[in-house]
């Protein structure tokens, strides 16, 4: 279990190489959905306690679809440290999370490079922890191999402190829609796990996520994953200048309805730039917002599925969202730029080479 991290040695000396390679920026010049606790509406969600919470689950509502064993409470480890000459976001600190900004961040040509730069390093510290998942390493080992891949690459990870969030990326595991904290449960077979990264690099945030299936898991929660998978990649194939934001929820409704599957409403994406949540809030469901896209833009699309009910229930420790019946729930993430001629992923999603050394 410990081998794969003890390997992030090797891994962050590869993602240094590809990053530098792949920017031409030196990746130990120094730090600069959103994460479902500053990119939603928490009126939607429903506070419970954890102790409420199990004890629903002991007998879940008739004709739930629910994971075979249930999320419980965990132990969490100490919160890792950041060097002191790792450039930090201004809301790290506060006790509460910044208000979304109501300013749309269009990029200059300074902007967009910085983008892309924060887009390829979150994208390869996902892919790098991404290969971390298998049965018996804990949520707790991948966020240690996070944080030291991100502070190594001089960046800062953007959840790290974000109204107090304790870990360097969210892992959300079978029922647990969003905001996921790492902790010391094992992953077992038949797990799937979002990996949410966030990254604050030369002054820009980059945001990614995908979910992960651990070993073997039922023909039906894998064509779930593809299908959350899918609603991503379609709804960034049609974005591009002048094309209204409802597009987005439009498609992706119409993909899940025809799955049977549903949209998680109170997630959403936003933009993301120099501000780690800006407007628009950008809705994954059937909406009447108005807003077109513009040439330069920087934005999060995040979808999140479930294959039971759409309600939300929060814990008690006031992060970790979960479905109200205990049904999967599977998201994927990109941060994506509006050009002339369509939309850019900034993140995308490139297989990490095997080690043959191992």
């Avoid at 502070?151 to 959840?159: F, K, N, Q, R, V």
């Avoid at 899918?230 to 119409?254: H, K, N, Y």
Wanted: glycine share 10%; charged share 20%.
């Amino acid at each position: 279990m410990m081998g794969s991290v003890r390997a992030l040695g090797r891994h962050q000396s590869r993602l240094k190489h590809l990053f530098a390679s792949s920017t031409g920026i030196s990746a130990n010049g120094g730090g600069g959905g959103g994460q479902c606790r500053g990119g939603e509406n928490l009126m939607a969600v429903a506070e419970v306690s954890t102790s409420a919470w199990l004890e629903q689950q002991t007998n879940p509502p008739k004709g739930s679809i629910r994971p075979r064993s249930f999320m419980r409470p965990e132990m969490v480890s100490p919160r890792l440290d950041v060097p002191r000459h790792i450039s930090r976001p201004p809301y790290v600190g506060a006790a509460e999370p910044p208000v979304m900004a109501e300013v749309i961040q269009i990029q200059d040509e300074a902007g967009v490079a910085g983008m892309r730069a924060a887009g390829r390093l979150a994208s390869l510290i996902r892919d790098f922890v991404g290969s971390l998942v298998r049965p018996g390493v804990t949520t707790d080992e991948i966020d240690k191999a996070a944080h030291e891949a991100i502070i190594d690459s001089g960046a800062y990870p953007s959840l790290l402190g974000f109204g107090g969030f304790p870990k360097s990326v969210s892992t959300s595991i079978n029922e647990c829609i969003c905001s996921g904290i790492p902790n010391l449960r094992a992953l077992k077979k038949g797990d799937i796990v979002n990996i949410d990264v966030n990254i604050y690099f030369n002054g820009y945030h980059a945001e990614t996520s995908e979910t992960y299936i651990c070993g073997v898991v039922d023909k039906s929660v894998k064509q779930f994953v593809e299908v959350a998978r899918d609603c991503l990649d379609t709804a960034i194939a049609i974005c591009g200048p002048g094309v209204e934001f409802r597009e987005i929820g439009a498609i992706i409704t119409d993909i899940a309805d025809g799955c049977n599957y549903h949209v998680v409403e109170h997630v959403i994406g936003h933009g993301v730039g120099s501000l780690f949540h800006s407007a628009p809030a950008i809705y994954h469901h059937y909406n009447y917002k108005s807003g077109k896209m513009a040439i330069g833009q920087t934005f999060t699309i995040e979808p999140a599925l479930s294959m039971g009910t759409v309600k939300a229930l929060q814990w008690d420790d006031m992060w970790t969202t979960v479905t109200a019946d205990g049904s999967y729930s599977a998201q994927f993430k990109h941060t994506v730029l509006i050009t002339e001629s369509g939309a850019e992923i900034l993140t995308p999603i490139k297989e990490v080479e095997a080690d043959d050394s191992e």
